[in-house]
């Protein structure tokens, strides 16, 4: 019966893409090669003193309300770190030249606003620290 | 308006038995039904979470955090519209068709159900991209 094995397909790529996702969401990856940078023009807000918390947004995006928490947490944690909403859908021009397919999507932006990591899904609030801790440290050898 | 994240993983498993039943029994009926649904949640009285709220809840207590039904029901449209397609495929006897666009609406209940990922949300900016900037 055609109908039961898509079905059992089906849920066979349900189950390896749920799994996938699961260890894969909000995990913030190394942005590796030519860093792209976002200014405070771009944003249309100042970037933060040592670090810059870039976070897309969606009226129809779940986990975005969770992350929002997260941010500001490690915001109000953090010293010289800004925490920057954005409506991917009215900046559809950043969006595109960033290449954010999810939201929510988090850059993390050093002091000159090259974009050092990022991370789709919901990200956890000790990977957001660790990602900071990373920016940070970066900071003085970049050219 | 906010709803009971709870209600939303109900339906979607409701939902996912419905199109698997589709699949084995190769029913355009009960797609059709399943439409019917997607077309009410869309509209924000998806009879599952009715149902969920009528009988589930009131065993479960009151939920720990609500959610803005925003999403869900943008996601309900996206089912819509795979299910007519499925119907579409239905009633030209295309198999494929019927099929695939049934496996897509199944894939993504699925995922919300075991995995509380809502895939028809992703959906959204994607789509959003594509569409020429308004502004």
Known sequence: ?143 | MQVDPRGMRFAAAATTLVLALVLVTGNGWLLLAQAAVFALGAAGASPYALAFKRWVRPRLGPPAATEDSRPPRFAQGVGLVFALVGLIGFLAQAAPLALGATAAALLAAFLNAAFGFCLGCEMYLIIRRLLPATR
């Open chain 1, 1 to 143: 019966m055609a109908g039961w094995a898509v079905l059992c397909v089906t849920l066979a790529v349900g189950v390896a893409a749920g799994v996938i996702m699961r260890r894969r969401d909000g995990v913030a990856r190394d942005v590796r090669g030519d860093m792209d940078t976002v200014a405070a023009g771009d944003l249309g807000a100042e970037l933060g003193e040592r670090a810059t918390l870039v976070q897309f947004s969606t009226a129809f995006c779940q986990p975005c309300r969770a992350t929002r928490r997260v941010l500001a947490e490690v915001t109000a944690m953090v010293d010289g770190v800004r925490h920057i909403e954005i409506d991917a859908e009215s900046r559809l021009d950043l969006v595109r030249r960033l290449d954010v397919m999810r939201t929510p999507t988090v850059l993390v932006l050093d002091s000159g606003g090259r974009i050092v990591k990022r991370a789709s899904g919901h990200p956890r609030k000790a990977d957001v620290i660790a990602a900071l801790g990373f920016t940070v440290s970066h900071e003085p050898d970049a050219t």
